[in-house]
């Protein structure tokens, strides 16, 4: 089955740094979603990317989808204490037969000392 | 205001006792999801539900039920809770599938099995 490794587990940064998680797919993707989920709080959605080799930007935030739809990676340039929380990509397969298969990573836990 | 609720929020219960968790969406969405999520294992997906009536296994459907009587609500039903089910639970919605839609999360139901 489909699996989305997501690296690093953790990652501490001084306020000021940047920060960047990686999703990797053992299969290729129809898109990729990512998420973030605030201390205690539930996931929220961020972005959607569907296209080979996209790239979004959100204000500080930059998505970027590979040229082989198998990996995306999320940059935060410049962290603040609000980016705190843990962030999640989902890797949608298409399985066949008009069969698909979201699947989470098991998420970076994004840590800003001020 | 446009969301997802689930209740309870919190709830310790001891094993073999069934529950229900509720959820309700007020977005006329057709899709409706299940999620657990444990430390170090992300978001895993229990059931879903394209539309009234059709639900199907996510990647842990076992230990859970589900149904989906009317399109705004999506129960989860633990028949005989295990402890091994101890977990925070997500409820999820979106208009016609998470393949080409943000999923909207419901605020979480934190459940203890003792």
């Known amino acids: 089955g489909q699996q989305v490794m997501q690296i690093p587990q953790y990652q501490h940064v001084q306020e000021g740094e940047d920060f960047t998680t990686y999703c990797n797919s053992s299969t290729t993707l129809s898109n990729i979603q990512w998420y973030k989920q605030r201390p205690g709080g539930h996931p929220v959605f961020l972005i959607q990317l569907v296209k080979s080799g996209e790239v979004k930007k959100q204000k500080r935030l930059t998505f970027q989808f590979g040229e082989a739809k198998k990996n995306s990676s999320l940059h935060i340039t410049a962290t603040q204490t609000t980016d705190v929380g843990t962030y999640f990509c989902?890797?949608?397969?298409?399985?066949?037969?008009?069969?698909?298969?979201?699947?989470f990573g098991k998420g970076t836990k994004l840590s800003v000392i001020p | 205001e446009a969301q997802v609720t689930q209740n309870p929020r919190y709830l310790i219960t001891v094993t073999g006792k069934k529950l229900t968790v509720t959820c309700s969406q007020n977005m006329n969405h057709e899709y409706m999801s299940w999620y657990r999520q444990d430390p170090g294992l992300g978001l895993r997906q229990i059931y879903y539900?394209?539309?009234?009536?059709?639900?199907d296994k996510g990647d842990v459907p076992e230990g859970y039920k589900v149904s989906r009587k009317e399109k705004r609500n999506f129960p989860l039903i633990l028949e005989s809770p295990s402890p091994n089910q101890t977990s925070l639970y997500f409820c999820a919605s979106s208009p016609s599938g998470p393949w080409y839609n943000e999923q909207f999360f419901g605020p979480g139901t934190r459940l203890t099995v003792l």
């Open positions: 539900s394209m539309n009234v009536e059709v639900t």
């Open positions: 989902a890797g949608l397969e298409n399985s066949g037969a008009g069969s698909y298969q979201l699947t």
